[in-house]
C-alpha cells in the first residue's frame, strides 16, 4: 500500500511568487489534513478535509492560503503571495476515519527568499 | 492556548539502555495522547497512542499517562541505534486534531 505521497519535496521561491504544493493520501482514506512546522516550533494543524470539504480550517494564518481537494481525493496548498514567514516544512496527514491514525507523508520543506 | 512540553533534547543513552522521555500537557479536556518517531527528513510515524491511565506496553515501548499530573512518558527498552530521532509527544481533545509538542531528540550510542 502506497503511503501519503507529496510533492515537491523541496521548494524555493522568492517572496511575492506563487507555490503549490500537493498531497496523494492513502488510497481510500476520506480524511486528509495539513500541517505546518516553521522552523525550532512545533508542528501546528491548518486544516481537515473530509473528501472535498473542509471540515476545519482554524489553523489557516491568513488568506494567501487556500487549499483545495477537489473530487476527494488529492489535495493541493497554494501560497499566493508567499512571505518571508511562510518558510517551514508543510506536511499532509491522511486517515480512513476521523478517529484512525493519522498517517504523515515526508512533508514539503519551503524556504521563501 | 493548548500547548505540548517536550524537553529538547537531545537525550543520549548508551546502547541497551532504558530512554525515558517526557511530556506534559495544559489541557485538562485531552483525552487521546500519541507518540510520534522522526527520523530526519522524514514522516512522522505513530508509535504509540494511549486514552487511560497507566501503562500501555507494546514490544520494548511503553506509553505512561497521568491524567491528574497531566504527564505522559515514553520508555524504551533495550534501546539501539536505530532508535536515535525526534520523538513527538500530542495531545487531542473533544476534536480529532492533535496538538504537538516540539519533540525530543533521542540519540542512542553503540
Known amino acids: 500500500e502506497a503511503g501519503v505521497t507529496q510533492f515537491p519535496s523541496h521548494s524555493v521561491i522568492e517572496k511575492g511568487q506563487t507555490v503549490t504544493l500537493r498531497c496523494d493520501p492513502i488510497?481510500?482514506?476520506?480524511?486528509l489534513y495539513w500541517y505546518r512546522r516553521v522552523m525550532g516550533k512545533e508542528i501546528k494543524f491548518l486544516l481537515h478535509?473530509?473528501?472535498?470539504?473542509?471540515?476545519?480550517e482554524s489553523g489557516m494564518p491568513n488568506n494567501r492560503f487556500l487549499a483545495e481537494r477537489t473530487g476527494g481525493t488529492y489535495s493541493t496548498l497554494k501560497v499566493q503571495p508567499a512571505e518571508l514567514e511562510d518558510s517551514g516544512v508543510y506536511f499532509c496527514?491522511?486517515?480512513?476515519?476521523?478517529?484512525?491514525?493519522?498517517?504523515f507523508g515526508d512533508g514539503t520543506r519551503l524556504s521563501i527568499l | 492556548q493548548k500547548e505540548v512540553e517536550q524537553n529538547s533534547g537531545p537525550l543520549s543513552v548508551p546502547e541497551g539502555a532504558i530512554a525515558s522521555l517526557n511530556c506534559t500537557y495544559s489541557?485538562?479536556?485531552?483525552?487521546?495522547f500519541f507518540w510520534y518517531r522522526q527520523y530526519s527528513g522524514k514522516s512522522p510515524e505513530l508509535i504509540m497512542s494511549?486514552?487511560?491511565?497507566g501503562d500501555k506496553e507494546d514490544g520494548r515501548f511503553t506509553a505512561q499517562l497521568n491524567k491528574a499530573s497531566q504527564y505522559v512518558s515514553l520508555l524504551i527498552r533495550d534501546s539501539q541505534p536505530s532508535d536515535s530521532a525526534t520523538y513527538l509527544c500530542?495531545?487531542?481533545?473533544?476534536?480529532?486534531?492533535?496538538?504537538f509538542g516540539r519533540g525530543t531528540s533521542l540519540i542512542v550510542h553503540p
Open positions: 496527514a491522511s486517515s480512513q476515519g476521523e478517529l484512525g491514525p493519522q498517517h
Open positions: 488510497s481510500g482514506h476520506d480524511n
Open positions: 494511549i486514552y487511560s491511565n
Open positions: 478535509f473530509v473528501k472535498e470539504s473542509k471540515q476545519d
Open positions: 500530542a495531545a487531542s481533545g473533544g476534536s480529532y486534531i492533535p496538538t
Open positions: 489541557d485538562r479536556g485531552s483525552q487521546s
